[in-house]
């Protein structure tokens, strides 16, 4: 039997990604050089097809970055002269906050409990922030920013720059790009590639920001200064040698989404989700760790168990199905299981019938 990954990233390849990835290496694409031709045409098809899937508009900037994590580093230094606001939801949104403060930042943060959001009226950012940093889809803990809180959080503060960590949100999550400044994400979750490629979008306005700290004398980077990279990105070129491999499969994965549809998409989301969140909910051992129900991912599934979740997860290992752990602190007590455009609606009810059989 094939082995199924439903586990929250790395994940399970887009099903169109092996051939792809076949036709790469035939086309000589991982050998290509970055200067040339055919990496030019590569980029700009990724940026395009992006652009379109996520209905970003042309005046904001497709860059590649190695990871999401590099893109917490990058927005700092090119964003932020002073001070940072950041609303964690969990450890990968607090690590956010902790590279602010490594980068000398002042840092203003909103933590919450684990598995809840904060409402609108609690996030009050200080006068001197520069930026505002979200987390679209906290992975750690299965928690969904709404959509209307970061449209309420650009109309109170118009001024300040507003950041997006999209990381296992996008593309699923549709986002409204005017009530946001920049967006990022790695391509192992949702989109279902291999790790090793990040995605960071940003608008005129974080290019602004930027020089203008440079213009003060401000580090804001050395070959990944956001100047270079915009500058860079408008001919489609990148300042390094990227992974040519990962930025060609992304494109052509982005073309797949397309000619599929992403209404369809988000719909098989929404069917697997629900059928998910019925076996928990039926499940005598089993519980939603995000109590309520409007903030629960639908592309991350925590469960507490009653029982160690090893018992489980290696139980579906047996039968070469793989789901994720607790992240941290909650390795034995949570399970995490994905739901992204790759797993089939067919795939995601063997899973639940699985689940609901099982007892330990």
Same mark, same amino acid.
């Given at each position: 039997m094939f082995e199924l990954f439903f586990t929250p990233g790395p994940s399970a390849l887009y099903f169109t990604a092996e051939e792809h990835i076949k036709?790469?290496?035939?086309? =000589? %694409?991982?050998?290509?050089?970055?200067?040339?031709?055919? @990496? #030019?045409? $590569?980029?700009?098809?990724?940026?395009?097809?992006? /652009?379109?899937?996520?209905?970003?508009?042309?005046?904001?900037?497709?860059?590649?970055?190695?990871?999401?994590?590099?893109?917490?580093?990058?927005?700092?230094?090119?964003?932020?002269?002073?001070?940072?606001?950041?609303?964690?939801?969990?450890?990968?949104?607090?690590?956010?906050?902790?590279?602010?403060?490594?980068?000398?930042?002042?840092?203003?943060?909103?933590?919450?409990?684990?598995?809840?959001?904060?409402?609108?009226?609690?996030?009050?950012?200080?006068?001197?922030?520069?930026?505002?940093?979200?987390?679209?889809?906290?992975?750690?803990?299965?928690?969904?920013?709404?959509?209307?809180?970061?449209?309420?959080?650009?109309?109170?503060?118009?001024?300040?720059?507003?950041?997006?960590? =999209? %990381?296992?949100?996008?593309?699923?999550?549709?986002?409204? @790009? #005017?009530? $946001?400044?920049?967006?990022?994400?790695?391509?192992? /979750?949702?989109?279902?590639?291999?790790?090793?490629?990040?995605?960071?979008?940003?608008?005129?306005?974080?290019?602004?920001?930027?020089?203008?700290?440079?213009?003060?004398g401000k580090m804001i980077g050395s070959y990944h200064r956001l100047p270079d990279m915009v500058e860079k990105a408008a001919v489609y070129q990148t300042a390094e040698t990227p992974n040519i491999l990962g930025i060609y499969t992304l494109a052509k994965v982005a073309a797949d989404m397309l000619e599929k549809g992403i209404l369809a998409i988000r719909r098989e989301i929404d069917y697997k989700s629900a059928i998910l969140n019925q076996v928990i909910e039926a499940h005598p051992q089993l519980h939603h760790f995000v109590a309520n129900e409007k903030h629960r991912s639908k592309t991350v599934k925590v469960i507490k168990s009653d029982f160690e979740s090893n018992l489980l997860i290696d139980h579906l290992k047996s039968k070469k199905i793989h789901i994720g752990s607790g992240y941290g602190a909650y390795k034995k007590e949570h399970i995490r299981i994905a739901n992204f455009p790759t797993h089939s609606k067919e795939q995601t009810e063997m899973l639940v019938d699985l689940i609901e059989a099982f007892r330990s």
């Open positions: 036709t790469a290496l035939k086309k =000589g %694409v991982c050998s290509t050089s970055h200067r040339g031709q055919q @990496f #030019k045409d $590569i980029y700009r098809e990724c940026q395009q097809n992006l /652009k379109q899937l996520m209905d970003i508009p042309e005046d904001y900037h497709v860059l590649i970055t190695s990871s999401a994590n590099e893109a917490w580093e990058r927005i700092i230094e090119n964003c932020v002269e002073n001070e940072s606001y950041h609303v964690s939801m969990g450890a990968f949104s607090q690590r956010f906050a902790k590279i602010s403060t490594q980068l000398g930042r002042k840092v203003h943060e909103l933590v919450v409990e684990d598995g809840t959001v904060p409402d609108f009226d609690k996030i009050e950012v200080p006068r001197d922030v520069e930026l505002i940093t979200l987390c679209l889809n906290e992975s750690a803990c299965g928690t969904t920013m709404p959509l209307e809180t970061i449209n309420a959080i650009r109309q109170k503060y118009p001024d300040k720059l507003i950041a997006i960590d =999209g %990381v296992s949100g996008v593309p699923v999550i549709p986002i409204d @790009f #005017k009530s $946001i400044d920049t967006l990022y994400f790695s391509v192992q /979750k949702a989109f279902g590639l291999p790790a090793g490629l990040g995605i960071w979008i940003v608008n005129d306005r974080c290019l602004e920001k930027a020089m203008a700290l440079e213009a003060k």
